[in-house]
């Protein structure tokens, strides 16, 4: 089971009168409700149960009284990760999914499919490609900032759309005679602006991509040179 260090929350020790942060350890099969911008979830206890400080049952913090309300930090298929108050103060631990009330229909399969769009969003990224759905921000970290924005209001929402310019590698061929006054063909390519990609968004979502061929784009050249003359 692999976690990971959070940037979205600390822990304090208490040490004397001084709080001492440390980093929060966040599991990968637990879905984070601050990671995703979800409110807060508040949810009763259905009987006594134990807060754990642990995902090991044997780690037990203190004991939750039946009705005792708790926010709900990470839902896990099993145990969810919960703040509290317990008698010395507030506490964050491990809670029996069975002992809390369900969650709103649907919620955790909502976030489970967001979460796995923004995972798969994060390869394409590292191709250095855009799909539609994804957000202005992955939309950034796959191409960079955009050369020109522009905005237009529709009856439905306001539609921002990003240019991208696109390049296109032309060949340009060189004929020149070598020593021996034998013609010969040498390739080099050089990058040219071909049009732009044009994201559009929606409400921070990309819902159209596409692109603009330019019309003045110039075809291959060719350049002969003439042989070399000898100086006298």
């Given amino acids: 089971m692999r976690c990971r260090v959070s940037t979205f929350a600390v822990l304090y020790l208490l040490c004397g009168a001084a709080a001492l942060p440390a980093a929060e350890v966040r599991f990968d099969d637990v879905i984070y409700l601050d990671e995703w911008k979800q409110s807060p979830l508040h949810l009763k206890t259905l009987y006594r149960t134990p807060i754990n400080s642990s995902r090991d049952p044997r780690s037990v913090l203190a004991y939750l009284a039946q009705g005792e309300v708790v926010e709900v930090v990470g839902l896990g298929e099993t145990q ?87 390049y296109k590698y032309l060949p340009y061929y060189t004929r020149s005679y070598d020593s021996n006054g034998q013609l010969q063909q040498v390739v080099s390519y050089r990058r040219e602006s071909a049009g732009h990609k044009v994201i559009t968004f929606q409400n921070d979502e990309v819902v159209e991509i596409a692109e603009e061929q330019e019309e003045n784009t110039r075809p291959p050249a060719a350049v002969v040179v003439p042989p070399a003359r000898a100086v006298n």
């Fill in 80 to 166: 969810h990760y919960v703040a509290a108050r317990i008698a010395t103060g507030a506490a964050r631990g491990w809670v029996d999914a069975q002992a809390l009330e369900a969650p709103p229909a649907g919620l955790l399969a909502k976030l489970r499919a967001r979460r796995e769009k923004a995972q798969a969003h994060r390869e394409l990224i590292g191709r250095h490609e855009v799909v539609v759905t994804m957000t202005r921000a992955e939309v950034q970290a796959s191409f960079g900032k955009p050369e020109r924005i522009s905005r237009q209001r529709t009856r439905e929402a306001t539609q921002e759309q990003w240019f991208y310019i696109v």
